[in-house]
């Protein structure tokens, strides 16, 4: 991985993580319009009119400084601005994020595309659908238990690493980046796949593992 350093792209940095907040705002103004669709919302206004704001439940696959932008405009007052009271909920999970959208717990799930996937072909009545890309990457990375110095892909062959859930987005982009690299994810090395994402971390701090995807 290339490291850049920090002060030469501060500016940039900055203005990044402002548009960043500024779409996320956008999108979600757009969402909970969406959310209010076909119901009565009376007392309910539009923003700056001095009258009760929009309660709007998102729940988040994971909490992560990836989403940090988000972070940002909820503790500058952005969505208060706009007149939408958010409430932010930690799902733990992208079956349980989807869930809670399913049972009406959330108004927004923020997760990876491959559970509304699922959710489709599973012949779901009342399906959820994706309507704004907020991420242009995976936001893992590749944590070691011992310091590496000139990694390549092939130190992987033969270890055990954390890899999450099967068909989960971090499983998934891990296995397509070996691939890409030559490795077969079934027969160079073991993936344990039986602990969830948001639950690797701990899982490798307790000593599992020779690397877990975070």
């Known amino acids: 991985m290339k490291k850049i350093p920090c002060n ?15 779409l996320i705002l956008t999108v979600l103004l757009v969402s909970g319009t969406l959310a ?8 309910v206004s539009s923003p700056g009119s001095g009258s009760s704001a929009k309660e709007v439940t ?40 989807m869930t809670a959208v399913l049972t009406d717990e959330a108004d927004i799930g923020f997760m990876g595309s491959e559970s ?5 072909a599973g012949d779901t009545q009342d399906y959820v659908v ?12 590749l944590v070691s238990r011992t310091p590496v110095e000139n990694f390549s892909w092939d130190m992987l ?10 068909g989960g987005m971090p499983e998934m982009v891990f296995e397509f980046i070996l691939k890409k690299n030559g490795i077969d994810p079934k027969a160079d090395l073991n993936i344990d796949q039986s602990i969830d ?8 701090s307790g000593g599992q593992g020779d690397f877990t995807v975070v």
């Open 8 to 22: 030469s792209h501060m500016h940039r940095s900055s203005r990044f993580l402002k548009k960043s907040a500024a």
């Open 36 to 43: 209010g669709c076909g119901k009565k919302d009376a007392g």
């Open 58 to 97: 998102l729940n988040e696959v994971a909490h992560s400084i990836f989403y940090a932008p988000m972070y940002v405009a909820i503790e500058e007052g952005y969505f208060k601005e706009e007149g939408i009271d958010l409430t932010l909920v930690t799902g733990f999970g992208a079956d349980k994020t």
């Open 116 to 120: 509304t996937i699922y959710t489709y």
């Open 130 to 141: 994706n309507f704004a890309q907020l991420t242009q990457r995976a936001g893992n990375f």
């Open 157 to 166: 062959k033969g270890t055990d690493v954390l890899g999450g859930r099967a």
């Open 197 to 204: 994402f948001g639950s690797t971390a701990a899982a490798f």
